[in-house]
């Protein structure tokens, strides 16, 4: 731990620092390439880099290890790590929140033509339900679990990150896939824009109520709007989770008191990466939105913006 937390203290000293994020085809990469220049340039002495990653469980065992990493996840897999369970059973992670981010939206995405229309629908079909180091594979087993379909008996399952399943579903290897991510999500409009096929986005909201009972008030009924994706004939009620922006308790107050600043201060270079960076508000910012404390550097930020968290 103290190697740990003098790598952090070094960061004062020009050390560089990694962001963990995504699979190539969601928003978590180009985001974390977008706060990598943009810490780089803004934090005096920090050299940040983007990691390509499995998505949030990658990133929370990365932050784990104690070396200077931040990274994005979703806030059930946080707190699992967070908690030590599912995932990181026995193994706690000492997560501190820096931010709330934006909403991650549960996609589940079919084409016409492989009869599958409703969740029910999914029984006896070949699927993907994310990469093996992801929260979309978190949040699909527990959105199928809700539905009661058994994810190891009732499907044919691939582990598949969202570039792999729409090239999957493209070549009929899959009749659907799960992806939890921001919008628009490059790869899933990459289908939606592909000729001969026509998008199916299923709706999957009414397993929320039943998903909070088990794991926690995580979980909020929402919409992707018929205009998000070309093909979509009706607004897609499905659920959503937020997505937050996490280190190691030990990263010094000074280094997560910068890096927040910084993205506040700067945040218009990362809506020019992705506009989802649009979300990122200081009115976000509340205790409710994240199951895992903010670290002491961020909450010293957001009270000097009148933002107070418990």
């Given amino acids: 731990m103290a190697i740990a937390a003098l790598a952090f203290a070094a960061l004062a000293f020009g050390q560089n620092i990694s962001i963990g994020t995504g699979g190539t085809g969601g928003v978590y990469y180009p985001m974390g390439g977008g706060l990598a220049a943009m810490l780089s340039k803004y934090v005096p002495g920090m050299e940040a880099t983007a990691e390509v990653t499995g998505g949030s469980v990658d990133n929370l065992k990365l932050i784990g290890t104690g070396k200077p990493y931040i990274g994005f996840t979703m806030a059930d897999a946080g707190l699992d790590a967070f908690k030590g369970e599912d995932k990181f059973k026995g193994n706690k992670v000492p997560l501190r929140t820096l931010m709330v981010l934006y909403p991650n939206r549960m996609h589940l995405v079919s084409v016409e033509g492989r009869g599958v229309n409703k969740l029910a629908d999914l029984k006896g079909k070949h699927i993907s339900t994310g990469s093996p180091g992801s929260a979309t594979e978190v949040m ?16 044919k399952r691939e582990r598949l990150g969202v570039a792999e399943s729409v090239n999957a579903i493209k070549d009929n290897k899959i009749d659907a896939f799960f992806w939890v991510g921001g919008l628009p999500t490059a790869a899933v409009t990459d289908l939606a824009n592909t000729p001969g096929n026509k998008i199916r986005m299923i709706d999957h909201s009414e397993v929320v109520a039943k998903m ?49 600043k910084a993205i506040f201060d700067h945040k218009a270079d990362l809506v020019a990466v992705h506009k989802e960076a649009e979300n990122f508000k200081l009115e976000n910012q509340k205790t409710a939105a994240s199951p895992i404390p903010f670290h002491p550097g961020a909450i010293k930020y957001f009270a000097e913006k009148g933002v107070k968290l418990n």
């Fill in 140 to 155: 699909a087993f527990r959105i199928l679990e809700a539905a009661g379909i058994d994810k190891d008996k009732d499907v």
């Fill in 212 to 260: 909070n009972q088990k794991y926690g008030q995580l979980y909020v009924e929402d919409t992707i709007p018929k205009s998000m994706y070309k093909g979509m004939d009706a607004d897609n009620k499905q659920a959503t989770v937020m997505n937050l922006l996490v280190a190691n308790a030990n990263m010094d107050d000074k280094t997560a008191y910068n890096i927040v």
